[in-house]
């Protein structure tokens, strides 16, 4: 997708089919992501590891025009991924961001040139959740007043999912964690525009933020709710 300021790639991830060549997947994976995959008691969840970080090294290996077990991917103090400052052949990828997020059943990839976070949540898993609880807790004040207006089902679900990945793209972009309170800032409701909306920073810094609605066409054709937030130069 094109931004107002940039283009950031959008890369979908089917997690459903079952895969028999996960070896040979798993063979461009570091041996510090093997492992953390060994330690998963689920096959699963394993499954679904090794295919998010094949395709999260392959897209990056093909932007930075390395192999896909070159690419060296570090963890930041409050756990999110980046790329070292520089890559084997003496190259920097200093422009180069990305984050990634997924359900049981897709995954979805965001690689741009500034900083970026990216959230995704299946309408599906709400399930007869009952949202209000969760907003009384991680929601800001008018964002649980909005909730409250929509009716009981389909309609709330949605808008309940778009605050709440409006929200985790954010933090994920700021790169905090749970550092950074959910209802310690409030985003936009309802649909956004497709050239998106500049947002504060939700550490109360100068720093601002667009964000915007991701297309909810996928391979898999669920039912999704998903959002991306990119640094404003």
């Given at each position: 997708?094109?931004?107002?300021?940039?283009?950031?790639?959008?890369?979908w991830?089917?997690?459903?089919?079952?895969?028999p060549?996960?070896?040979?997947?798993?063979?461009?994976l570091?041996?510090?992501?093997?492992?953390?995959?060994?330690?998963?008691?689920?096959?699963?969840?394993?499954?679904?590891?090794?295919?998010?970080?094949?395709?999260?090294?392959?897209?990056?290996g093909?932007?930075?025009g390395?192999?896909?077990?070159?690419?060296?991917?570090?963890?930041?103090?409050?756990?999110?991924?980046?790329?070292?400052?520089?890559?084997?052949?003496?190259?920097?990828?200093?422009?180069?961001?990305?984050?990634?997020?997924?359900?049981?059943?897709?995954?979805?990839?965001?690689?741009?040139?500034?900083e970026?976070?990216?959230?995704?949540?299946?309408?599906?898993?709400?399930?007869?959740?009952?949202?209000?609880?969760?907003?009384?807790?991680?929601?800001?004040?008018?964002?649980?007043?909005?909730?409250?207006?929509?009716?009981?089902?389909?309609?709330?679900?949605?808008?309940?999912?778009?605050?709440?990945?409006?929200?985790?793209?954010?933090i994920?972009?700021?790169?905090?964690?749970?550092?950074?309170?959910?209802?310690?800032?409030?985003?936009p409701?309802?649909?956004?525009?497709?050239?998106?909306?500049?947002?504060?920073?939700?550490?109360?810094?100068?720093?601002?933020?667009?964000?915007?609605?991701?297309?909810?066409?996928?391979?898999?054709?669920?039912?999704?709710?998903?959002?991306?937030?990119?640094?404003?130069?």
């Amino acid at each position: 997708m094109s931004t107002a300021r940039g283009s950031i790639e959008l890369v979908w991830i089917d997690l459903r089919p079952e895969t028999p060549d996960l070896e040979i997947l798993s063979a461009v994976l570091s041996p510090e992501e093997r492992e953390r995959v060994d330690r998963m008691a689920h096959p699963d969840l394993r499954r679904r590891r090794i295919l998010c970080r094949h395709a999260l090294r392959m897209a990056l290996g093909a932007r930075l025009g390395i192999r896909a077990e070159q690419v060296p991917l570090r963890t930041g103090p409050h756990g999110k991924p980046y790329l070292e400052p520089r890559i084997p052949d003496g190259n920097t990828e200093g422009r180069w961001h990305f984050n990634l997020s997924h359900t049981d059943h897709l995954a979805l990839l965001a690689i741009g040139d500034r900083e970026l976070g990216v959230d995704l949540e299946e309408l599906a898993r709400l399930g007869s959740m009952e949202p209000g609880p969760v907003a009384d807790r991680f929601f800001a004040p008018e964002e649980r007043a909005v909730l409250r207006t929509r009716t009981p089902g389909v309609s709330r679900d949605i808008e309940f999912l778009r605050i709440w990945t409006r929200k985790e793209a954010l933090i994920k972009a700021v790169g905090r964690g749970l550092h950074c309170p959910l209802d310690a800032f409030a985003v936009p409701t309802g649909p956004l525009p497709t050239d998106g909306t500049e947002v504060d920073c939700p550490e109360g810094t100068a720093r601002r933020w667009r964000l915007f609605d991701v297309p909810r066409e996928n391979p898999g054709g669920l039912e999704c709710v998903a959002a991306l937030a990119v640094a404003v130069p």
